[in-house]
């Protein structure tokens, strides 16, 4: 009989949530968001992009704007109150030293022990093709978390007054096609997570009948999640450790 996957550790108080696109955190990571927010949890969005490439009838100027106001709303669904965009242009994302600065920056401000992102695989969980984006940034947010704790590398940030902050201790992934961890979810942080896709209102509807229905959809996917955690509903993670939870696993009681 295959063993649960352990549950996605929760004995910290910060979090940084960093995604390419609003909506991103929306499919499935802000069920996860909510519970740790209910929990007392301090959770930050950071967006490498304001969406504005997101709505095929919509022009960016005002699209941007629009999908901006979508996630602050969805956010405030699940306990978020900060939201960050950092203003790289839609649909063309660049992996490269810009992005991790940016991802650098916020976390040297924000300082969180733990940073969750979307899978930067070329293939999600199913199968589905990742976008570009979406693998730009998530790459991007596992350097970042490591060089955050480097004073040598983008030392600039330095002279701002961003002294370095080494103390993320994992990066978690969600759609990752291999998850390691899963997050419990089960009644009301889902039902926070459907409200929070639901407030993309109109990205939802420009995507026409393609676009998924929030409520079925989520339950759905937390639903066929669930098992591999033994609960009813979860989110899963791929998660990377950074740091040893504990001493390091060749150290032994009473070795010199």
Excluded at 112 to 121: A, R, T
């Amino acid at each position: 009989m295959t063993q649960p996957l352990p549950p996605l550790p929760e004995d910290w108080d910060r979090c940084l949530a960093v995604a390419a696109h609003p909506d991103d955190i929306e499919y499935g990571t802000a069920a996860a968001v909510a519970k740790w927010t209910a929990q007392g949890k301090t959770v930050t969005y950071l967006l490498a992009t304001r969406g504005e490439a997101g709505i095929d009838s919509l022009h960016p100027d005002k699209a941007g704007p629009l999908r901006e106001q979508e996630e602050r709303a969805g956010a405030r669904e699940v306990g978020v109150d900060v939201v960050e965009f950092l203003d790289h242009r839609d649909g063309v994302v660049e992996y490269g030293n810009d992005l991790r600065r940016d991802i650098v920056r916020a976390i040297r401000r924000h300082r969180p022990e733990i940073m969750v992102s979307g899978s930067f695989d070329v293939r999600f969980a199913g199968g589905m093709t990742n976008q570009a984006d979406h693998r730009a940034v998530g790459l991007a947010a596992l350097d970042a978390a490591r060089d955050a704790g480097n004073r040598w590398i983008f030392p600039e940030l330095v002279d701002e007054g961003l002294e370095p902050w080494g103390g993320v201790r994992l990066v978690a992934f969600a759609g990752a096609n291999v998850p390691t961890h899963g997050v419990d979810v089960t009644g009301k942080p889902l039902q926070a997570g459907i409200r929070s896709l639901e407030a993309h209102a109109e990205y939802t509807k420009g995507l026409g009948v393609g676009g998924p229905e929030p409520a079925p959809f989520l339950t759905w996917m937390a639903r066929q999640a669930g098992p591999a955690l033994g609960v009813e509903a979860a989110v899963l993670f791929d998660v990377h450790l950074l740091a040893f939870t504990g001493p390091p696993p060749w150290v032994t009681d009473g070795a010199a």
